[in-house]
């Protein structure tokens, strides 16, 4: 039976970097019925985005931040491990992702590739703070529908234009398209650097690259 407490459980047991409990519990929801995606995003993400402001309001300092980002790695591993197969087998599109250079940032671009891989898109990885032209290159050497670009700093959100004038540059910008996230990220600043499409979230980044396939 679904008992969403299960996922204020889990909330909890990554807030307090309980690694063991944490597993065990998202096993359990698993059982349970709960999709991986609900786990990530009505239970992990929100403890993530707690302890976010925690250390905005100076509640928790930066070791405990990186324990529970590296405790929501593991966990987001897991899940990825146990996600239901894409309902169809065929790809149908190819991304390239990554967070821009100058960031380290990936936890929110690693669950953007996980429900893209599972929803049938072939996805390749160039990491995080990844060179401007990394993106670039895995993008001509897959022939990719849609590159993705992740930032979670002020700062580095600028070389999301950058990258939006070397896609030019490179003269691939009549068959790739761009999407860019990241929470500091909004429809403006897409608008403004000139990327093809923004999503808040991991969900609808999904739903948007299957409509820009299409
Ligand atoms: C975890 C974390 C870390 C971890 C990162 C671990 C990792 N592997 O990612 C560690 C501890 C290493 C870290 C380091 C730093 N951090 Co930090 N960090 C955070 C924190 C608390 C949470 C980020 C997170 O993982 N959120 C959870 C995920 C699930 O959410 P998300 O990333 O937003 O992703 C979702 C959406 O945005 C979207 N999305 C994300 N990417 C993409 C891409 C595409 C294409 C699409 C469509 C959608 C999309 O989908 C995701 C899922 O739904 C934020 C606080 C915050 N409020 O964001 C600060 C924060 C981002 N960090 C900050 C800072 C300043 C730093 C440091 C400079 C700290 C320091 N003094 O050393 C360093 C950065 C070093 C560097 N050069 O990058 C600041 C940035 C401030 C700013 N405005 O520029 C923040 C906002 C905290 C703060 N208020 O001070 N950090």
């Not at 063991?20 to 698993?30: I, R, S, T």
């Not at 019925?33 to 786990?39: A, C, K, Q, R, T």
């Not at 990936?106 to 590739?113: A, H, R, S």
């Not at 670039?136 to 993705?148: T, W």
Request: with cysteine; charged share 25%; glycine share 8%.
């Amino acid at each position: 039976m679904k008992d969403e407490l299960i996922l204020q459980n889990i909330k909890e047991s990554l807030i307090n970097i309980e690694e063991e409990k944490c597993m065990n519990l998202m096993q359990d929801a698993l059982d349970d019925g709960f999709l991986p995606v609900e786990i990530i995003e009505e239970g992990l993400s929100p403890g993530m985005l707690s302890v976010g402001e925690q250390f905005e309001d100076g509640a928790v300092f930066l070791p405990q931040v990186m324990m529970v980002a590296a405790l929501m790695e593991k966990c987001v591993a897991f899940l990825n491990d146990n996600m239901p197969e894409s309902e169809a087998s065929k790809i149908h599109g190819i991304v390239v992702i990554g967070t821009v250079e100058g960031d380290v940032h990936d936890i929110g671009k690693n669950i953007v590739k996980v429900l893209l891989n599972v929803n049938g898109f072939e996805v390749h990885d160039v990491g995080r703070d990844a060179l401007l032209s990394k993106f670039i290159e895995k993008a001509k050497e897959v022939d990719a529908d849609i590159i993705a670009s992740s930032a979670l700093m002020t700062g580095t959100m600028e070389a999301m234009g950058d990258l939006e004038s070397e896609i030019k540059a490179a003269g691939i910008h009549d068959r790739v398209k761009t999407m860019v996230g990241g929470a500091p990220v909004t429809q403006y600043w897409a608008d403004k650097i000139g990327a093809d499409a923004y999503a808040e979230n991991a969900g609808e980044a999904v739903k948007l690259v299957s409509d820009m396939v299409k």
